[in-house]
């Protein structure tokens, strides 16, 4: 059974850029739909990114342009580099696993509307104005 752990968040101010990482162990995560999505309490949870097995990538438009997900399968790890920062991306921040094909048909859309091979503890991000 996959599992994954995030790190890499933290305050930042308007304009700044972060990265995340998120490690996985007992499973190979080239052989899943990876990702990310964020979520504000009492709102409903966002996907923000995925990379599929043949490295597709996929944002929806929050992000896109400011926000990169990469993975590096030789350390197992998956990464999402988030630049030009701003308060209304103040979020926790989990990384999520799936089944492979939902990459192909849903994109970062995955994490939100099926259930999850594996999710991160989450890693806290605060952008302040």
């Known amino acids: 059974q996959i599992q994954l752990i995030e790190s890499g968040g933290g305050s930042v101010q308007s304009g700044e850029s972060l990265r995340l990482s998120c490690v996985a162990s007992g499973g190979s995560l080239e052989n899943y739909c990876a990702g990310w999505f964020r979520q504000v309490p009492d709102k409903e949870k966002e996907g923000i990114a995925s990379?599929?097995?043949?490295?597709?990538?996929s944002y929806p438009d929050s992000v896109k342009g400011r926000f990169t997900i990469s993975q590096d399968n030789a350390d197992n790890t998956m990464y999402l580099q988030m630049d030009n920062l701003n308060p209304e991306d103040t979020a926790m921040y989990y990384c999520a696993a799936a089944p492979r094909e939902f990459c192909a048909v849903m994109g970062w859309g995955t994490f939100t509307n099926v259930p999850l091979s594996a999710r991160g503890q989450g890693t806290m991000v605060t952008v302040s104005s």
């Open positions: 990379i599929g097995p043949d490295s597709e990538t």
